[in-house]
């Protein structure tokens, strides 16, 4: 299963608008998102990958594994991560990891962190 990582940021006058506004950045806007936990089924194959899709298809499913964090205070930010961990370099089974936090450092070094934990599984 090939499996595409995509990411996107917005800002806007409305919680939905923003998170609305960050799918379209991601390249999804048009899709009825169904989440997932973050198992990663064994064979899969994980890319970074930049898409748009919005407006390949229109109301279709899509499933994802979702990071976001919201923030609704002015000159706040708001950081969301999504990391994963396979048997192999990007191949086989294993998991994502999601975070959130006000700061992008954190967000990248709680990340990496628990991705080092369960490397060895």
Same mark, same amino acid.
């Given at each position: 299963?090939?499996?595409k990582?995509t990411?996107?940021?917005? %800002?806007?006058?409305? @919680? =939905?608008?923003?998170?609305d506004?960050?799918?379209?950045?991601?390249g999804?806007? #048009? $899709?009825?998102?169904?989440?997932l936990?973050?198992?990663?089924?064994d064979?899969s194959n994980?890319?970074i990958?930049?898409?748009n899709?919005?407006?390949? %298809?229109?109301g279709y @499913? =899509?499933?994802?594994?979702l990071?976001?964090c919201i923030?609704?205070?002015?000159n #706040? $930010?708001?950081?969301?991560?999504?990391?994963?961990i396979?048997?192999k370099?990007?191949i086989?089974?294993?998991?994502?990891?999601?975070?959130?936090?006000s700061?992008?450092d954190?967000?990248?070094?709680?990340?990496?962190k628990?991705?080092?934990r369960?490397?060895?599984?």
């Amino acid at each position: 299963m090939d499996i595409k990582v995509t990411y996107g940021r917005a %800002e806007g006058l409305t @919680k =939905l608008s923003a998170f609305d506004k960050a799918l379209f950045n991601a390249g999804i806007g #048009n $899709y009825n998102l169904i989440r997932l936990s973050s198992a990663i089924p064994d064979g899969s194959n994980v890319t970074i990958e930049k898409i748009n899709w919005n407006y390949k %298809e229109h109301g279709y @499913k =899509l499933y994802v594994v979702l990071s976001k964090c919201i923030e609704t205070s002015r000159n #706040n $930010y708001a950081f969301a991560g999504l990391g994963w961990i396979t048997q192999k370099k990007h191949i086989g089974k294993g998991f994502f990891v999601e975070h959130c936090n006000s700061s992008e450092d954190e967000v990248k070094n709680k990340i990496k962190k628990i991705v080092k934990r369960f490397s060895g599984i």
